[in-house]
């Protein structure tokens, strides 16, 4: 198990080699100039010049790209050529928010998930059961920065019903922005959990039909354990094992697809980053978070299958 | 609420400080994050509504755009391309430093320094020498005569920076970091405001400066936060987590209009968007067809339609705020017969297709789509191309282009600055012309206008310019932007000046 | 039956899967399925191989037919050793052996009809030219006893055993002269069962075909083999003719596996030797002789020396066991220990 | 001991007229058919017959484990004399596993791939002894033990795909066996198993069949496992007994022509047989169009109008043994003098 | 070798068959008829195909170039059915004529990403070992990669075409097809009629075009229907880019997303395209799982 780790650990490096080639050579094939884009509007040619010496954009691609890669190698991921800040500490700073972001969208998306797909396969064909497949497919359908503003619309500034509906009249209960305090965390998490949660339920769907018609099933109900036992012991732990694939997967296209619900709700995390510093072809910036996005994916897919291995002792890993 | 008018009016803070409150912490929402905290090192509108605060210029704009004493108390041309300035003895740097005429010889020295690049090059790239006459004496020479110097001085570029973090910039500059990485860390100004903390892509705080050598603000610290989506900010200025957010997009003035407690500041702009044609193209090269669609397109539907009403259309490059600007110059009118004339006349009765390139902004998008119906009426057939930002600079530099649609703020707030760059053959391509506009006799004129130490001789060479624009038509001039603030009405004395700077001197916050 | 042609010729088979582990998914151990075994198969005969489940028979038969590459070993056919020829060689030798599977139903693609089936098999090896297709394989379906009628059925509307013909009619389409039933009745009901291999038997009858024959039914093997091999953990203990095999056996495991045999003679009284423990691992095979663990028998000179095949006294000819003890044993010289 | 089990004496379980459909989109497959049969106390009774002629649907009826599309539509299955169709779902809760335990066919698959073997034994315990973590562990562990499985401390940490097949079955019935019930059902509990295990389950149900004094029901298509186990033999065609006897009776002098048809196709082990194998003619009828009259009716030599048209009831003769068959009642149209057992041979 | 090899090219057929591959097909047809959600799927999306092929030339008014400034922003009407956006264009006639050219957006990205993903993850199941590691590392980089980027390289190199904004969906969800896939070859490699056809001599393009492909189509279908609603929004994010559907173009992602600024007091103005993507995602699903049960031999016509 533990060589394992160890082994897809030292997989990563080839991994991220080939990440670090891809982004330097996109970046450099694309247009724009990141001197200009610094530089800005009306600023004279000799000037541009002068920001493109500054960057080492003067020099040979070759070169360019083994500066970096020697400097990285080291723990240094170089400085932003728009900010002149330290890309470590600005992928820092970010980093865990983004994390977070994922993890808690995450958790709540295989909630939902587990919860309409296990009712869902459990009343196949049933009228809940469509209900829940049109829900999720208009969870899917549903672009998060329009969930967002709603959510902001409805939770944040609130909306003015008549006094006499309990609850709902006053629900101004969040905050639209920002990440840290509950009030802050749980609108972009709803908003970003809601995609994968539809994901996730159909795919526990099929994956709780596949199982609850396997012979060992079977075996628990003629043991004479209860009903509900039956589902969520013997049958959601075989179930999980399909939806563990999906769940990395999901988590993984959270990281990048934070971008929007980043942007909506304010969240200062990587997704935004990512994308500003592409617009501004920010390249040591790109490069860097690039690089820890693919890190940190690697990282989930090892979950993944570490998950894999303990829900199915059977797995072999290697 | 009703827009609060006065609050614009009643600019000089003086008057409104006794009733207001003091102390308390204002909330700014902007749509972007600072890009660095050094003047030097960087030319972006939320940079420099931070570091207004924070630095202070020789010479500051008032919200008339016109030239006030700052840091320095008179200055004058000495000779025709020397300008002179006095400085004011009283002031030291939130580190304790002193100011004195070393120090703006550094600051400016330093935006020319090849090896820092800096962004704000392009303010002082006339500089030849800076000499320290004494202590408070500073004389600046310029390559040739240029009578808008004051004003570019009085540019944010020209934020003053303690000596002493100017030179610890350095020492790190040969210790392999980039130019600014210390100021940026470090900001230290003399203005009201003291840096407090940066949390990058996130908050920039700032507290109040008790040892400021003029009147203290009244706030006791601001926070200037990033909130990108329009409508996020709208949120935030309803539930009163941000007291103002900046911009507020045209589509939500409703929405804030309907609320209670909180209401729009509009401010006219020294901006102007416009839609570029590459005069190097057929059949843009004809100046016919060029005023043709300056005829052709109604652009009060575009202030409605994308602006929902707000902002002027415009009549040539120049916004009214700028100086320079002549109200009297001919426009080419809104003219549907007369345009299909013309292009009659260029030969093309039948129109013709192009391309209008836009980068993603969404009101550029919406006003490209609509020029695009509108020209149907020509039978010019405009199919609209969206360009990443990065690449739509780099390829409208290359000429790559047939239309486009752009904007152009004169920070300075001089003509010089709002044409110069866009027009000359020398700044074509990257620099701004991306018309690719060569035309010997504007040079000519351009060039007089900018040595032209007599202001009425000045005034008259820019009326003469942009009567000649209207002629060349190098572009399509759309509107002259308002600024649209989203305002807490607890938020007293709060100005914003035309080049998009919010005046936070004199602001205080009814508790 | 040593003058007849030697059909198939298996010498000194390994068959060793990796065992993958370490930083580098180095090979850190290997699971001995076969190891080092030979035999012969006669042309027109059928040859058995029975034993424990696990013992290595499928994997004789895969290796045999390089669905596995084998480890080492020689596989002569006809005359070539088929396990030197390449891919696309090889390609054309696999018109002459064919593999019956045990389940009727995973070996057959569900969603192809029999037609597709068949004749796809035939456009493979290009065996029929194209225009008699569709006449070899009706009467490819009346060979092994399904109707014309049902040729464009899919394999889930027929019973276990009709799917087990269209197996068979697969295998027949190519006109083989080897088959390898991988337990190829062992999935089905007595009924069906017989059904299918009174069918083979004719078809060998009527083709000359020759059969390996893999199964753990002692019943079937007995009535369809000429010869019998017994296997145990990857090693051959035991081969005979058919007769020898069950009146004269000689090996322990051999009795045991008989003895094991649940029988419908209420009459019979038999003392059935109950083997203790279970198979050891194929990954670290005992020393010795590898059925030392659970051999009533065992002694020392067995828990360290590996006994060869060989043929002793009363054996009849091309009957071999390997055994220290087997003449000890025949005698009553050595008994079993107590707590067999 | 002769004749089938008299229903009046002391049985474990008594099934009468079963039936057991399913309803697929189109038609309705009467997997069960009107099935009776009973099981003495501590008796073993074995089913065999044709694969799908409902000997699991039969099984799985008892234990009110049906699944859609699937219906028990009517019939009786007394239990101790308690007709468990009328029970509510929570009493065949404490029933199953309890009273009546079944062991599935697939010791692989019928076990849970992510858990130990300890914890599906112990949940046995647990539910229907009320026990805790760790008795139920350590009971757990004596019944490892007691279905022979060596070091069972070990064991009991494992997972299922850790152990060989034969300790699969055994986990199985040691978890079939855990409250010692008094009625345990075993589908083909021995296919999966090669002959050496085989016999070592087998010696291993006996001797706790007789310790525990249960009953047993034992379904397997081997005639063999039939004859060295079973007390008493029913044989199923198409959903329905056709033959329903004490063992002896069955191998020494069996009537229906499906079963005689059955014991002759065994390929046997002892004995060289040249020659093809006896085969049954034709093949099981689909569920679509069943015959009218004897479902067997299609594949027998002796068939007559009156097979065809019309079906037999099982009728008891008078040594007990029970038949469903035209040929033994006194309606038969056909050869009066027909043996069974030449002729069949005669026509394979 | 009994029979020579000599005659193989004999074109003609010597008995006039009914094709089998169309019989097949017409079998797969026969049950999605008796599949209710697969009938209700295929009724909807035939009315989409219907809606895009005749629609536009239905529309009550000029959907691209129809600009009223004055009536901007109308709430549903009689006269504008679903209102009109910020240009007083008729949402409900921009709706119409966006039909097609979403459907297509959708459906092509996904069939061509699906495709490059079931090819790359079946090779790299089949072949396991080295070519499997290198094709899922591969996977693994494009899946962090940030599809903005990707985009951007793709405008660069190729153009910013309809066309390529198809490629640029499709790239970015080939990884997650060849995952699936991979999973799905793994299990079915094993089963014994892959042997029995490596026994036959079967190539290996034969066996996994013909028998391993076909046995895996159910996860790729849910998969690919689920996917189809990712593929209409990620292609109106790229718009930005220059990718895809440029203004006045009425994509309804495009529309969905310009809908946005108008959300409080016009929100009718993203409804209406929204509610289009959600009955279009919602058809190809329902199709989808018809799909997969009369894919499935086992289940009855
Ligand atoms: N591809 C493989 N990789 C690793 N081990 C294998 C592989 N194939 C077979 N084995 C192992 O080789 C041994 C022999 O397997 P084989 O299938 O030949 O047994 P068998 O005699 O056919 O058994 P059965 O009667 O159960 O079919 C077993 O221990 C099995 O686990
Ligand atoms: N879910 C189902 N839907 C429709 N028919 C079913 C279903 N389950 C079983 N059947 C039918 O019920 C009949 C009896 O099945 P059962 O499993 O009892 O047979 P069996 O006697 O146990 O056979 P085997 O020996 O093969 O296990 C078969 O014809 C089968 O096709
Ligand atoms: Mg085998
Ligand atoms: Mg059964």
Redesign the pocket.
């Known amino acids: 198990m533990i060589q394992f780790i160890i082994r897809r650990i030292l997989q990563t490096i080839p991994v991220l080699i080939g990440v670090s080639i891809l982004v330097f050579s996109m970046m450099h094939l694309v247009p724009g100039d990141p001197a200009q884009v610094i530089a800005g509007e009306g600023a004279p040619q000799e000037q541009i010049e002068n920001i493109r010496e500054r960057l080492g954009l003067n020099d040979p691609l070759p070169t360019q790209y083994l500066n970096y890669v020697t400097s990285a190698v080291q723990g240094d991921l170089g400085t932003s050529m728009r900010s002149g800040r330290d890309v470590s500490a600005e992928i820092g700073a970010r980093f865990w928010v983004t994390v977070e972001l994922a993890i808690y969208s995450t958790i709540l998306a295989v909630f939902l998930g587990l919860i309409a797909g296990i009712i869902s396969a459990t009343r196949k064909y049933t009228a809940i059961d469509t209900t829940i497949m049109i829900v999720a497919l208009f969870g899917l359908s549903m672009p998060n920065f329009w969930l967002g503003l709603m959510l902001i619309q409805w939770f944040a500034i609130g909306i003015d019903l008549p006094s006499w509906v309990p609850f709902f009249n006053n629900t101004a209960w969040f905050s639209p922005s920002g990440w840290g305090s509950f009030s802050q965390i749980v609108l972009p998490v709803i908003t970003l959990g809601t995609g994968s949660a539809a994901i996730i339920a159909r795919m526990t769907r099929s994956s709780m039909l596949d199982v609850i018609g396997s012979d060992y099933i079977r075996t628990a109900r003629a043991k004479g354990v209860k009903e509900q036992i039956v589902i969520y012991r013997h049958a959601l732990k075989n179930a999980l094992i399909p939806i563990v694939t999906v769940v990395g997967l999901q988590f993984g296209g959270l990281l990048g697809g934070a971008v929007l619900t980043e942007s909506v709700f304010a969240v200062n995390g990587m997704g935004k980053l990512i994308i500003d510093s592409i617009q501004a072809r920010d390249f040591p910036v790109v490069q860097g978070t690039v690089l820890v996005a693919s890190l940190l994916f690697i990282l989930v897919n090892l979950i993944v299958d570490v998950a894999y291995r303990f829900l199915n002792k059977r797995i072999d890993l290697d | 609420s009703e827009p609060d008018e006065g609050g614009n009016s009643d600019s000089d803070g003086e008057g409104t400080s006794e009733e207001a409150a003091e102390g308390g912490e204002l909330v700014i929402a902007n749509q972007s994050d600072v890009v660095s905290m050094d003047p030097a090192g960087s030319n972006d509108t939320p940079s420099s509504n931070v570091q207004a605060n924070i630095f202070e210029t020789l010479v500051t704009l008032d919200e008339n755009m016109e030239l006030q004493p700052g840091l320095a108390t008179e200055w004058e041309a000495v000779e025709d391309n020397v300008w002179e300035f006095k400085l004011r003895d009283d002031v030291t740097f939130h580190d304790g430093s002193e100011f004195n005429a070393e120090v703006v010889k550094a600051n400016i020295e330093r935006i020319l320094d090849e090896d820092v690049a800096s962004q704000r090059y392009f303010l002082y790239e006339m500089v030849e020498d800076i000499e320290v006459v004494d202590d408070y004496t500073v004389r600046f020479t310029t390559e040739y005569p240029f009578a808008p110097f004051p004003a570019h001085i009085a540019h944010n570029g020209g934020g003053m920076t303690s000596l002493e973090v100017i030179e610890a910039d350095y020492e790190a500059m040969e210790n392999g970091e980039e130019p600014g990485s210390y100021i940026n860390e470090n900001p230290i100004g003399t203005g009201f405001f003291k840096f407090d903390s940066w949390n990058s892509g996130s908050e920039v705080r700032l507290v109040k400066n008790e040892d400021y050598w003029g009147e203290p603000a009244h706030l006791d610290s601001v926070v200037f936060k990033v909130v990108s989506e329009a409508n996020t900010r709208v949120a935030e200025l309803e539930t009163g987590d941000s007291h103002i957010i900046d911009p507020l997009g045209p589509s939500n003035m409703a929405q804030v209009e309907n609320s209670e407690g909180i209401h729009v500041a509009p401010q006219e702009s020294v901006s102007v968007s416009y839609i570029g044609f590459n005069v190097e193209k057929e059949p843009f090269d004809d100046p016919n067809v060029r005023q043709a669609i300056n005829m052709a397109i109604d652009k009060s539907q575009i202030i409605d339609g994308i602006y929902e009403g707000v902002g002027i259309p415009a009549v040539g490059p120049l916004a009214p705020a700028v100086y320079g600007y002549d109200e009297d110059a001919p426009g080419l009118e809104y003219d549907l017969e007369e345009a299909k004339q013309l292009l009659a006349d260029a030969g093309y009765e039948d129109g013709f297709s192009t391309t209008l390139w836009t980068n993603d902004t969404q009101e550029r998008i919406d006003a490209a789509t609509n020029v695009q119906a509108q020209l149907q009426e020509l039978n010019i057939d405009v199919e609209v191309e969206v360009l990443e930002w990065g690449t739509y600079l780099e390829r409208t530099a290359q000429g790559d282009h047939d239309m486009f649609v752009l904007g152009w703020s004169t920070v300075t707030g001089d003509a010089d600055y709002g044409l110069y760059p866009l027009f000359h053959s020398e700044n074509i391509g990257e620099p701004g012309n991306r018309s690719f506009l060569q035309d010997e006799e504007l040079d000519e004129m351009l060039e007089a206008a900018r040595r032209e130490g007599d202001e009425e001789t000045r005034l008259q060479l820019y009326s003469d310019i942009q009567a000649k624009l209207t002629e060349l038509a190098p572009m399509l001039y759309l509107h002259h932007q308002e600024f649209l603030l989203g305002v807490n009405d607890n938020v007293q004395g709060l100005t914003q000046s035309p080049t998009g700077i919010l005046q936070l001197h004199d602001v205080s916050l009814n508790q | 039956m040593n003058n007849q042609k030697v059909l198939l010729k298996v010498d000194d088979l390994k068959?060793y899967?990796?065992?993958k582990g370490g930083f580098f998914g180095r090979t850190v151990n290997h699971?001995?399925?076969?190891d080092d075994i030979s035999f012969e198969v006669y042309e027109g005969e059928t040859l058995s191989?029975v034993?424990?489940?696990?013992?290595?028979?499928?994997?004789?038969?895969?290796a045999v037919l390089r669905l596995?590459e084998p480890t080492d070993g020689k596989v002569e056919f006809d005359g070539t050793n088929i396990l030197e020829l390449n891919k696309k060689e090889m390609n054309k030798f696999r018109k002459d052996m064919q593999i019956i599977f045990?389940d009727p139903y995973a070996s057959i693609n569900p969603r192809h009809t029999v037609r597709q089936i068949l004749t796809e098999a035939m456009e493979i090896q290009n065996a029929v030219p194209k225009h008699e297709r569709n006449d070899r394989v009706k009467e490819l379906m009346e060979t092994v006893g399904l109707g014309a009628h049902q040729i464009d059925r899919h394999p889930h509307e027929f019973s276990g055993g009709q799917r087990q013909r269209i197996g068979i009619a697969r295998a027949l389409s190519v006109d083989p002269k080897l088959i390898i039933a991988?337990?190829a009745v062992s999935a089905l009901d007595v009924s069906i069962q017989a059904q299918v291999i009174n069918l083979l038997k004719k078809l060998q009858r009527e083709f000359k075909l020759t059969y390996l024959f893999?199964s753990?039914d002692l019943g079937v093997v007995r009535h369809i083999s000429d010869r019998i091999i017994v296997?145990y953990l990857?090693k051959v203990v035991e081969i005979a003719d058919k007769k020898s095999l069950f009146t004269n056996n000689m090996h322990p495991y051999t009795k045991a596996l008989l003895s094991a045999i649940p029988s419908t003679d209420l009459e019979a009284k038999k003392e059935r030797i109950t083997l203790k423990g279970d198979v050891p691992?194929?990954?670290d095979p005992p020393e010795g002789c590898r059925f030392h663990t659970r051999c009533p028998f065992a002694t020392d000179i067995c828990r360290t020396k590996v006994p060869e095949l060989r043929n002793t006294e009363g054996m009849k000819d091309g009957h071999r066991a390997a055994c220290h003890h087997m003449e000890a044993i025949r005698s009553g010289e050595h008994q079993p220990t107590v707590n067999a | 001991m002769t004749g089938a089990p008299n229903p009046s004496y002391d049985n474990i379980l008594e099934i009468k007229n079963l039936q057991t459909s399913f309803f697929t989109k189109d038609l309705e497959v009467k997997a069960v058919d009107g099935v009776s049969f009973n099981i003495p106390k501590g008796k073993v009774l074995g089913v065999v017959g044709e694969s799908g002629s409902g000997k699991s649907i039969t099984s799985l009826s008892i234990l009110r484990l049906i699944e859609e599309p699937g219906k028990i539509k009517g019939g009786e299955i007394l239990f101790k004399g308690e007709n468990l169709l009328d029970k509510s779902e929570a009493q065949m809760r404490k029933i199953r596993g309890n009273e009546i335990s079944m062991i599935f066919q697939e010791p692989m698959t019928s076990l849970n791939p992510t858990f130990t073997v300890g914890q599906q034994i112990s949940e046995s315990f647990r539910i229907h002894e009320g026990l805790g973590k760790k008795e139920a562990k350590k009971k757990s562990i004596e019944m490892l033990k007691l279905v022979g499985i060596p070091s069972p401390e070990k064991r009991i940490n494992q997972y299922p795909f850790e152990l060989s097949?034969g300790m699969r079955q055994r986990v199985m019935i040691a978890i079939a066996l855990a409250c010692n019930p008094d009625l345990l059902i075993a589908d083909e509990p021995t296919t999966a198993l090669?002959v050496t295990i085989q016999a070592q389950i087998l010696d291993l149900m006996k001797e706790l069949q007789e310790k525990l004094d249960m009953g047993i029901l034992l379904i397997t298509h081997d005639l063999g496992v039939v004859a060295e186990t079973c007390d008493y033999v029913a044989v199923m065609y198409c959903g329905k007994v056709v033959e329903f006897t004490d063992k002896k009776t069955l191998f020494t002098e069996p009537k229906h022509p499906y079963t005689v048809g059955l014991m002759q196709s065994v390929p046997q082990h002892d004995q060289d047989v040249d020659g093809d194998l006896a085969v049954i003619r034709g093949s099981v009828p689909s569920p679509a169009d069943m015959p009218q009259g004897c479902r067997f009716a299609p594949r027998c030599p002796f068939a007559t109008d009156l097979c065809r048209n019309k079906l037999p009831d099982l009728e008891t003769d008078e040594e007990g043994n029970q038949i469903r068959c035209w040929i033994y009642s006194d309606e038969w149209d056909g050869d009066p003098e027909v043996n069974v057992h030449e002729q069949s041979k005669s026509t394979s | 070798m009994s029979r020579s090899n000599e005659h193989i090219e004999k074109p003609e057929i010597a008995v006039k068959q009914p094709n089998p591959r169309l019989k097949s097909w017409k079998s797969v047809f026969n049950k999605l008829k008796k599949n209710k959600s697969a009938v209700v799927g295929g009724i909807l999306i035939i009315l989409l195909i219907i809606i895009a092929l005749i629609g536009p030339y239905l529309t009550p008014y000029d959907p691209l170039y129809d600009q009223d400034v004055t009536n901007k922003l109308a709430t549903p009407s009689s006269d504008h059915w679903f209102g009109t956006d910020n240009f007083g264009r008729d949402i409900f006639s921009r709706v119409i004529q966006g039909t097609g050219l979403t459907l297509m957006i959708g459906f092509f990205s996904i069939l061509l990403g699906a495709t490059a993903g079931v090819f790359l993850g079946i090779i790299a199941g089949y072949y396991g070992k080295r070519i499997d590691s290198i094709i899922m590392r591969f996977m693994d980089i494009l899946l962090a990669f940030p599809s903005i980027l990707l985009a951007l390289t793709i405008v660069t190199v190729l153009g910013g075409s309809m066309v390529n904004v198809v490629i640029a969906v499709a790239v970015s969800s080939v990884p997650i097809f060849a995952r699936i896939v991979r999973g799905s070859t793994l299990s079915v490699k094993k089963l014994e009629y892959i042997d029995a056809m490596r026994a036959l001599g079967a190539s290996d393009s034969r066996i996994i075009f013909k028998h391993i492909l076909p046995n895996i189509t159910s996860p790729i279908i849910v998969q690919a229907t689920l996917s189809i609603a990712t593929a209409i929004l990620s292609a109106a994010g790229l718009s930005f880019l220059g990718l895809g559907a440029q203004p006045p173009t009425p994509e309804w992602g495009a529309m969905l997303s310009d809908g946005r600024n108008y959300l409080y007091n016009a929100p009718h103005v993203a409804l209406f395209p929204g509610l289009a993507i959600v009955v279009a995602v919602l058809a190809f699903n329902m199709l989808g799982d018809g799909l997969r049960d009369a894919f499935d031999p086992k289940t009855r016509e």
Request: aromatic residues 2%; glycine residues 18%.
């Open positions: 068959q899967f990796p065992i699971v001995k399925a076969v191989i034993g424990e489940s696990g013992c290595g028979k499928s994997t004789t038969g895969r596995d045990q991988d337990e893999i753990h296997m990857g691992s194929p990954i | 097949g090669d």
